[in-house]
């Protein structure tokens, strides 16, 4: 399978504080990875470096064979143009409506007219779910969920190879992130698209992902599916499916 992302010996540093010591791993096309890990173990931080946002200490990030950290602004804003990002809080422009927010990736890399980027705008709108509609609105008329379909709309305007999530059902109930998960999920599957997203959602690992890569201490301590991360005896992975459980079982009563 092609190697789409990989992390090479990555090293992390904030002053004396060490958060990444020589984290590798590499994600083929078409797989979607979560990564999971305790508070302050930098999964978002990681996420950054890997999709050129924040540099690291040392280590290498490749996106599609390319080191994001070497390459110059050209070949950088290529490689941003091969993939969509979602931040946890969505990031969506409060001042425009949601029609001109997902419309902004296509203003600034394309040089389309206005009637066929409404056009486009609209179909990105209906792949995530979402009516022509809504794109009237603004975002602090829409609910949490609603407002993440649209900044998962934002993130596949150009098509990309590749989706970063970072933390994507934070913040939504339990049936809203069930139904978000499966977009994701159908997302990739009809679209081949790779999903690399930060989570610590035990049901979006059960329900979604083909693999997990799990951080602790700086260091990438499991890595495969959830059935086999599961299974490793590191006091950290234990810790979290035995604290998990439980709220789960709440949640279904």
Known sequence: ???????????????ADTIHDGVSFAVQRGQVVALIGGSGTGKSVLLKELSGLLRPTAGSALLFGSDVWQADDDALNALRRRFGMLFQDGALFSSLTVAENVG????????LPDDL??????????????????????PAQL???MRKRVALARAL???????FLDEPTSGLDPIG??????????????????????THDLDTLLSIIDRTIALSSGKVIADGTVAAVRQSDHPWIRAYFSAQAPARLLGER
């Open 117 to 138: 980027i409404s056009a486009l705008v609209g179909f990105k709108l209906s792949l995530v779910g979402l009516s022509p509609e809504v794109g009237r609105k603004t």
């Open 157 to 163: 305007a150009l098509e990309p190879e590749i989706l």
């Open 143 to 145: 609910s949490g969920g």
């Open 104 to 111: 902004v990736p296509f203003h600034e890399h394309t040089d």
């Open 177 to 198: 992130a069930r139904e978000f998960d499966q977009l994701v999920r159908a997302l990739s599957d009809s679209l081949g698209l790779t999903v690399f997203m930060v």
């Open 1 to 15: 399978m092609e190697t789409v992302l990989e992390a090479r010996g990555i090293v992390t540093r904030f002053g």
